[in-house]
């Protein structure tokens, strides 16, 4: 009894086999043979359809035909790298990685599927040439991107970091503000931009004399003033600045001595005048 193996149809010369038999039937007469084909550090090269071949002086006999396929886990042979950019521009992501089978590329954004670029068709993923673009670049596409590449080896996965960087700016525009002495005033600039801008004030061009009156919220954006005194008034300014500018807004403020009152007046006629009392 001889024991052989094919590849593709080509007898396999000095491959390790291990051959063993048993008996089968309980007289002993009846013997049970096996072969195995060991196969080291597979490579590409051992991918094909495998056949042994058992022979007597009888003849031959073959078993069917299975075929060994080679999975090889992804790898990249390119990574997204960290971005920085500004508000309105491009940015260009690069991923691709090689396998087998070939891997199938896909993007996340934060751990999920949501891009806001994509939302609004400013995303585009070339499959050509392994890039991920977004065009007029925004605060919301600013997170973590993760390329993933996957088959039926595993998956293999690389993340970016993409940050938007925008000048300085005002949610909301500032108010002028009239009060009377004695009142409280409250003074918001409420500003964006990234990175976050940080907030100064100014009075009439020149630093802001902070007293037990005067009260920040967190990030300076609301400046509250107790108590108001007739010194109070005069044209407020605030600065917000970043790594890429400075912008300012300013508001007027006026303290008045005493409140106003409305009162009305009996015409001879009947009618009602309104007179301002300050």
Not at 29 to 48: K, Q
């Amino acid at each position: 009894m001889t024991f052989a193996w094919k590849k593709d149809n080509e007898i396999l010369h000095g491959a390790e086999i291990e051959n063993f038999a048993h008996v089968r039937a309980r007289d002993g007469e009846v013997m049970e043979y096996t072969t195995i084909l060991h196969l080291r550090h597979v490579t590409f090269a051992d991918e094909g359809r495998y056949q042994c071949v058992i022979t007597n002086h009888f003849g031959s006999t073959y078993s069917n035909k299975t075929r060994l396929t080679v999975n090889v886990l992804p790898s990249f042979i390119k990574t997204p790298s960290d971005l920085t950019i500004r508000t309105g521009g491009k940015a260009r992501l690069e991923c691709a990685a090689e396998g087998h089978p070939a891997p199938q590329i896909a993007w996340q954004k934060d751990g999920g599927t949501d891009f806001p670029a994509a939302r609004e068709r400013r995303m585009h993923i070339m499959p050509d040439d392994d890039v991920l673009f977004i065009t007029n670049v925004k605060i919301d596409d600013m997170g973590v991107y993760s390329c993933t590449a996957q088959n039926s080896a595993g998956t293999v996965s690389a993340n970016a970091s993409l940050t938007v960087l925008e000048t300085p700016s005002l949610v909301h525009p500032l108010e002028d503000h009239t009060a009377a002495i004695g009142e409280t005033v409250a003074l918001q600039c409420k500003a964006t931009g990234s990175p976050p801008p940080r907030v100064t004030w100014l009075k009439d061009d020149g630093p802001l004399q902070i007293t037990e009156r005067h009260h920040y919220t967190r990030g300076n954006q609301l400046l509250i003033i107790q108590n108001a005194v007739l010194e109070d008034s005069g044209k407020y300014t605030c600065e917000m600045s970043n790594t890429l500018g400075t912008k300012r807004a300013y508001s007027h403020l006026k303290i008045m001595s005493s409140q106003a009152c409305v009162q009305q007046f009996p015409g001879k006629d009947g009618s009602m005048a309104v007179g301002i009392i300050v």
